[in-house]
């Protein structure tokens, strides 16, 4: 097994920034993407950012440009910089794997974030 796990989480006021960060152990072998989603009370979960291993960056159309993602490759940590934060940005961010073959993707606890006046 891989064990995730958030850390950075936290109440910001609108415009403010956080950087959220995601410790990874065990063997990634197979990795195929790190990945930001998130989740807004009542809400379905979404995809927020993703990394490939070559280097490659997707993001969702409602963060592009005030988020960044990124990583510590030799120690997995996969980094989400948060900048800008608008109030819909509230939820809680889980970092994710998902791997090449049929392997079940690696999910972390979750962290809160919250933006507001």
């Known amino acids: 097994q891989v064990q995730l796990v958030e850390s950075g989480g936290g109440s910001v006021q609108p415009g403010g920034s956080l950087r959220l960060s995601c410790a990874a152990s065990?063997?990634?072998?197979?990795?195929?993407?790190m990945n930001w989603h998130r989740q807004a009370p009542g809400k379905q979960r979404e995809l927020v950012a993703s990394?490939?291993?070559?280097?490659?960056?997707n993001y969702a159309d409602s963060v592009k440009g005030r988020f960044t993602i990124s990583r510590e490759v030799a120690k997995y940590t996969v980094y989400l910089q948060m900048n800008n934060l608008k109030p819909e940005d509230t939820a809680v961010y889980y970092c994710?794997?998902?791997?090449?073959?049929?392997?079940?993707?690696?999910w972390g606890q979750g962290t809160q974030v919250t933006i507001s006046s």
């Open positions: 990394l490939t291993p070559g280097g490659t960056t």
């Open positions: 065990g063997n990634v072998f197979g990795l195929n993407a």
């Open positions: 994710n794997f998902k791997y090449s073959q049929l392997r079940r993707d690696s």
